[in-house]
């Protein structure tokens, strides 16, 4: 089965960063991904890690250590349009390879 | 805009009703998926359509049967649901079943079950 944890609600001020952690216990992975949901709205794809480090699109940025079970989503130089809730999700192995998310954290952006 | 289409936007049912959701993409993608969400949880899979041949059917109740007429289209159709069904669903694509972390979504059909 899958476990997937992320915090239930952050709060940053704007212009600043913020890292939204998540911990993964699967039995099989094949991909972390990071997605955004706005209030009553579908959830957009942000970024993904299938090997471990850092990859960097723009101001958001994700992190993977796979030995860890271990991602971060950052967001740098923080927007009131960044409020959101990010739904950390992972995706099963070769021939399972549904994604399964976690919870999400919501996400306030305050002046 | 969005790529993936949906249909009704907000759907009211009965139990004893007979309703269909539907969705539509034309950027070629192979991989088709329903998705339930419930306020303020995560998207829950339910079904996924490979090459417009399901996939998974995640023990999903008999109640909801889906159907993928063409690479483009999938349906759920709906028969004598619960009040607890009511949420919303989303429909999803990607380019195939590999690629199946990079969904993009439709806005949903909000569904509300009397």
């Known amino acids: 089965g899958q476990n997937i944890d992320q915090p239930t609600e952050m709060t940053a001020t704007e212009g600043a960063i913020v890292q939204i952690n998540c911990t993964y216990q699967t039995s099989g992975f094949n991909g972390l991904f990071w997605y955004q949901q706005h209030a009553g709205e579908a959830p957009t794809f942000l970024s993904y890690n299938v090997l471990d480090g850092l990859e960097e699109k723009g101001r958001f940025s994700s992190f993977l250590s796979r030995s860890k079970g271990y991602s971060y989503l950052l967001l740098k130089e923080l927007q009131m349009k960044d409020s959101a809730s990010y739904l950390c999700?992972?995706?099963?192995?070769?021939?399972?390879?549904?994604?399964?998310f976690g919870t999400g954290t919501r996400l306030t952006i305050i002046p | 805009d969005t790529e993936v289409t949906q249909t009704p936007k907000h759907l009211v049912m009965g139990m004893t009703n007979k309703k269909s959701l539907k969705c539509e993409q034309h950027?070629?993608?192979?991989?088709m998926y329903w998705y339930k969400q419930k306020a303020k949880k995560p998207p829950e899979l339910m079904f996924v359509?490979?090459?417009?041949?399901?996939?998974i059917n995640e023990s999903v109740p008999s109640r909801f049967s889906p159907e993928c007429p063409n690479s483009s289209l999938l349906n759920l159709h709906l028969h004598a649901l619960q009040p607890e069904d009511s949420a919303l669903y989303l429909c999803a694509s990607s380019q195939d079943r590999r690629n199946t972390g990079e969904l993009f979504f439709g806005e949903g059909s909000r569904l509300t079950v009397l």
């Open positions: 950027m070629g993608h192979r991989a």
């Open positions: 359509y490979s090459y417009e041949k399901l996939s």
């Open positions: 999700a992972v995706r099963g192995n070769f021939g399972n390879e549904k994604l399964t």
